[in-house]
């Protein structure tokens, strides 16, 4: 059931895994006019923005890293590469594991990438300090409490 102002009521309104779902895919939805220009999907930016903080990465560490299983990440590597954004290589040291690197053309898009979390905190309706807050209580939300 819904409410005239777009809230959900009931049961379904009550579930923070879903309001969380939903937060999710406004925020992708957000994402899309400023990543289409790059070239990039909302997951194919997310690896471009963890390559760009620290490459190259084993294709584990790439998929621990943003919380994505090897089946997930890997076509997204490809498709990278294909774009010509990205290299993949095995590492030297260990023939079992693959290195995915930036390239050139991949660095060149570093300020574009990095710019985009500006973009999307200016069509966030609050100030910079309640959106810190949340992303912490986000991320703590998927922490084991130890207990």
Do not use: W
């Not at 790439?62 to 997204?76: F, K, Q, R, S, V």
């Not at 030297?92 to 905190?121: F, S, Y």
Request: charged share 30%; glycine share 10%.
């Amino acid at each position: 059931m819904e409410s005239r102002a777009g809230e959900r009521t009931g049961e379904l309104g009550r579930q923070l895994s879903f309001a969380l779902y939903g937060a999710a895919n406004r925020m992708i939805r957000h994402h899309k006019p400023i990543l289409e220009p790059l070239g990039l999907t909302f997951p194919q930016y997310l690896v471009v923005l963890a390559l760009i903080d620290g490459a190259p990465r084993t294709v584990g560490a790439l998929g621990a890293c943003l919380e994505m299983d090897t089946g997930t990440i890997t076509p997204l590597v490809k498709r990278l590469e294909t774009a010509g954004l990205v290299t993949r290589r095995r590492d030297p040291g260990d023939e079992r594991r693959v290195l995915v690197d930036l390239t050139e053309r991949g660095l060149a898009l570093e300020a574009e990438v990095r710019a985009v979390t500006g973009k999307i905190d200016e069509v966030c309706p609050h100030t910079a300090d309640e959106l810190e807050h949340l992303r912490r209580t986000i991320d703590a939300l998927g922490r084991p409490t130890g207990g």
